[in-house]
């Protein structure tokens, strides 16, 4: 199980130089075809209508082939799912797999891979806490549930998830996992060797309460990227916006009482194409290229869930070469 994403060489370019030189406008749509069932995408309740949507997309990282358009999609409905979808050479991208990671939440929220680990945080209108379950999805036609994380309060509304190598020489992983209502950041840590496992040691290590995603403007999903430079590696935070901006940041890895500051660093503005509302999601192609993944509101077509039959289709947006 593959649980690295590409890391941004800091001698060659940067992170922000990479975000500056994206494309903003008009990325290259692709058209998901599926014909496994999924939960209703409407409903005649206009409270539902609002609620249920797709919320996230996860790339998969690194040089994955001949073809882009494969990795995870994940949505609100009367249960949060996500699908996992795939292009094969010469065709279109299909769904390869639904899952349902807890029927009694109904939010299923911004999602990131790291290598084949994806996070799916969950929410629930009902009493429980948020959620991240891990999946492993190298094989996006049978997704294999690891384990579960529980928040401390009732939202988890966006993940964000690398590794990085610390000032000890330790390969670790951050997990990042955002709290809606109050803007803040709750910030975990864990050894690699063990995240990919059913006890992956998760230690929350501070939440994060300060002003910089207190912006006036709801973010919809993150995700984290590690830039390696001479001095050490520095860990990039993404944020992507309901207004379509998208946000960087950087996150303090060092030891002590600043572990897991986020201090500001840069927008970028005049994107359009896809409608980020609905999700928005990084892919680190290779040390020197990332591209941004964007979603669309509901599929077309038709689903009668769980037992079919279903065809329906929806689209995905890719900014970058």
Known sequence: ????????????TSVPTILNAIPRTNPTRYTVSGTIPIPPWSSINPVDSVEWHYQGIAPYNGNGGPTIANGCISASS???????????????????????????????????????LLAVPLETSGTGNGLVAFYNVGNLSSPVYLSTL??????????????????????????????????????????????????????????????????????????????????????????????????????NTTPGTSFGLITYN????????SDWRNGMGLQIANTTQMR???????PSGSSKYPGGPANYSFQIYVYGN
């Open 78 to 116: 009367t249960s949060g799912y996500f699908s996992g979808f795939s292009q094969a050479q010469g065709s279109n991208p299909a769904v390869r797999s639904v899952v349902l990671p807890n029927s009694g939440y109904y939010h299923a929220a911004g999602i990131q891979m790291m290598g084949d």
């Open 266 to 273: 840069a927008k970028y503005t005049g994107w359009n194409g």
């Open 150 to 251: 529980t928040m401390p309060g009732k939202k988890a509304s966006a993940v964000g998830i690398t590794a990085y190598r610390d000032a000890s020489g330790v390969d670790q992983c951050l997990l990042v996992v955002y709290e809606y209502d109050h803007y803040q950041m709750y910030v975990y840590q864990a050894p690699i060797s063990t995240v990919g496992t059913a006890n992956p040691g998760w230690v929350l290590k501070t939440t994060y309460t300060g002003s910089a995603l207190n912006t006036g403007d709801q973010f919809q999903s993150f995700a984290l990227v590690t830039q390696t430079n001479t001095t050490g590696d520095v860990v990039y935070l993404l944020g992507f916006r309901e207004d379509e901006e998208l946000w960087l940041y950087t996150v």
């Open 1 to 12: 199980m593959l649980l690295t994403n590409p890391k941004i060489d800091g001698t060659r």
């Open 292 to 298: 941004l993944f964007g979603t669309a509101k509901d």
